[in-house]
């Protein structure tokens, strides 16, 4: 396998490689630091090396402490988001205030975040949603005391619901209308149980009534959706392309542990918003790229995989003989289509959010060398935790790698996995309609 940097910031310097194990494309977590003159190929630094880099760099100017300050204080306050201009930190224009990008407590949900990342504007269906998805604060209440939050929750969504219903039908796609109205209604039935369930005092059925429940909302917000919303730049538009979404089961292989064998991890591929990054990732998955493959890097910040075998760091187009890569792909909140190429540091968007975030255990992103933005390949990551350096609704990583999906059933198993477990299989469960342009058709 050969060295690469994954996730890796120009402001990083570099540690000695490990021994005892792959060096995949570096994950690094970003700093307010100086720029390095590091190797895009150098392992990444230890959390303790990242938290003291400033004593290793004499050149840490007076902005960049008061950057490093302010983050601080951020992150040991749970200030929501601080921006880090590359400017400030390279001798550019004057440092610009730290501004609160987002106010409120993140979304940390996996599910939640794929609702909410479709392209839809429907007030009337989000107003259901969103108590739906309150029922989970509630029951972080201890005892029956908790239902009778839920029920204020209950109570409300189903009053949307009554009031939005024929707003939210009209905003279903023509071609969908039945099967959005079949969803409306088991809603509606759904929540009736709901109540009956919190009137009978049974909490331990509530949560799965609201998952079922959040299933159907979020299958009438995509019946939303009637084409894919915008073409994909010239340049990319002959690449495998998922134009929508689809589902995949990973397999996993766990070895030295002897409390679990092995998991499947359903992870949801969002091509609304990175149709690209993930049209890549399932055409691998459908030409069995990863079955068989270890897991090369797992260290409590990010769990890794896709280096394959020989010097190349990521998939060799058999038609080609080269490395295929993909352009770096971020969808900005507000946007119509992706920015590509560039980071949304580089772009000076520096309170853009990303659509897709690195808000949830599980993130699923695409790895790529230090300095090139458009060197992903087959190389991918899941995020594990909010460290130090990555909070959720701060998170110094948004906007500079592409997030293409979640890991939505047993992601905190993700936690338990170990570089040398073996991926035996990813297998498409639905959504493989949705990949344009598939290059494993072209094989066989």
């Given at each position: 396998m050969?060295?690469?940097?994954?996730?890796?910031?120009p402001?990083?310097?570099?540690?000695?490689?490990?021994?005892?194990?792959?060096?995949?494309?570096?994950?690094?977590?970003?700093?307010a630091?100086?720029r390095?003159s590091?190797?895009?190929?150098?392992?990444?630094?230890?959390?303790?090396?990242?938290?003291n880099?400033?004593?290793?760099?004499?050149?840490?100017?007076?902005?960049e402490?008061?950057?490093?300050?302010?983050l601080?204080?951020?992150?040991f306050t749970s200030?929501p988001?601080?921006?880090?201009?590359?400017q400030?930190?390279?001798?550019?224009?004057?440092?610009?205030d730290?501004?609160?990008?987002?106010?409120?407590?993140?979304?940390?949900?996996p599910?939640?975040?794929?609702?909410?990342a479709?392209?839809?504007?429907?007030k009337a269906v989000?107003?259901?949603?969103?108590?739906?998805?309150?029922?989970?604060?509630?029951?972080?209440?201890?005892?029956?005391?908790a239902?009778?939050?839920?029920?204020?929750?209950?109570?409300?969504?189903?009053?949307?619901?009554?009031?939005?219903?024929?707003?939210?039908?009209?905003?279903v796609?023509?071609?969908?209308?039945?099967e959005g109205?079949?969803?409306?209604?088991?809603?509606?039935?759904?929540?009736?149980?709901?109540?009956?369930?919190v009137e009978?005092?049974?909490?331990?059925?509530?949560?799965?009534?609201?998952?079922?429940?959040?299933e159907?909302?979020?299958?009438i917000?995509?019946?939303?959706?009637?084409?894919?919303?915008?073409?994909?730049?010239e340049?990319?538009?002959n690449?495998?392309?998922?134009?929508?979404?689809?589902t995949?089961d990973?397999?996993?292989?766990i070895?030295?542990?002897p409390?679990?064998?092995?998991t499947?991890f359903?992870?949801?591929?969002?091509?609304?918003?990175?149709?690209?990054?993930?049209?890549?990732?399932?055409d691998?998955?459908e030409?069995?790229?990863?079955?068989g493959?270890?897991?090369?890097?797992?260290?409590?910040?990010?769990?890794?995989?896709?280096?394959?075998?020989?010097?190349?760091?990521g998939?060799?187009?058999?038609?080609?003989?080269?490395?295929?890569?993909?352009?770096?792909e971020?969808?900005v909140v507000?946007d119509?289509?992706?920015?590509?190429?560039?980071?949304?540091?580089?772009?000076?968007?520096?309170?853009?959010?990303t659509?897709?975030?690195?808000?949830?255990?599980?993130?699923?992103?695409?790895?790529?060398e230090e300095f090139?933005?458009n060197s992903g390949?087959?190389?991918?990551?899941?995020?594990?935790k909010?460290?130090?350096?990555?909070?959720?609704?701060a998170?110094?990583?948004?906007?500079?790698?592409?997030?293409?999906?979640?890991?939505t059933?047993?992601?905190d198993?993700l936690?338990?996995?170990k570089?040398?477990?073996?991926?035996?299989?990813?297998?498409?469960?639905?959504?493989?309609?949705?990949?344009a342009?598939?290059?494993?058709?072209?094989?066989?």
């Amino acid at each position: 396998m050969a060295a690469a940097s994954l996730l890796s910031s120009p402001y990083l310097p570099p540690s000695p490689p490990s021994l005892s194990a792959p060096r995949p494309k570096r994950i690094a977590r970003h700093a307010a630091v100086v720029r390095s003159s590091s190797s895009s190929s150098s392992h990444p630094p230890s959390e303790s090396t990242m938290l003291n880099l400033k004593n290793n760099k004499k050149s840490f100017k007076l902005k960049e402490c008061a950057i490093s300050l302010a983050l601080s204080i951020g992150l040991f306050t749970s200030v929501p988001s601080i921006e880090l201009p590359a400017q400030a930190l390279t001798g550019g224009p004057a440092l610009p205030d730290v501004s609160v990008l987002i106010s409120g407590p993140p979304i940390k949900d996996p599910g939640a975040l794929l609702r909410y990342a479709l392209p839809i504007d429907n007030k009337a269906v989000r107003e259901v949603q969103k108590p739906l998805e309150d029922i989970t604060d509630s029951l972080k209440v201890a005892g029956v005391r908790a239902l009778d939050s839920v029920e204020r929750n209950v109570r409300q969504a189903s009053r949307a619901l009554n009031q939005g219903k024929e707003l939210i039908l009209a905003g279903v796609a023509e071609s969908k209308k039945e099967e959005g109205r079949d969803l409306i209604e088991k809603v509606a039935s759904g929540l009736d149980d709901l109540q009956r369930i919190v009137e009978d005092r049974n909490r331990d059925l509530v949560a799965p009534k609201q998952k079922e429940l959040l299933e159907y909302v979020g299958s009438i917000e995509e019946d939303m959706i009637d084409k894919f919303p915008y073409s994909v730049p010239e340049e990319y538009s002959n690449m495998p392309l998922l134009k929508g979404r689809a589902t995949v089961d990973m397999k996993v292989k766990i070895k030295d542990n002897p409390n679990l064998q092995e998991t499947i991890f359903r992870i949801v591929l969002d091509g609304f918003n990175a149709p690209v990054t993930a049209g890549n990732f399932l055409d691998l998955v459908e030409r069995h790229f990863y079955d068989g493959m270890e897991i090369q890097r797992s260290d409590g910040f990010v769990v890794q995989t896709g280096d394959p075998e020989g010097p190349a760091e990521g998939f060799v187009d058999p038609e080609t003989g080269k490395t295929r890569t993909i352009p770096l792909e971020i969808m900005v909140v507000g946007d119509k289509q992706p920015v590509y190429g560039e980071t949304l540091e580089e772009l000076g968007l520096y309170k853009a959010q990303t659509r897709l975030p690195f808000n949830a255990f599980g993130t699923m992103a695409m790895a790529r060398e230090e300095f090139d933005n458009n060197s992903g390949s087959s190389q991918v990551f899941w995020l594990l935790k909010e460290s130090e350096l990555t909070p959720s609704n701060a998170n110094i990583l948004d906007g500079r790698y592409a997030v293409f999906g979640y890991v939505t059933q047993n992601e905190d198993f993700l936690a338990d996995l170990k570089v040398g477990d073996v991926i035996e299989s990813i297998q498409v469960v639905s959504g493989i309609e949705n990949l344009a342009n598939p290059s494993y058709k072209i094989v066989g």
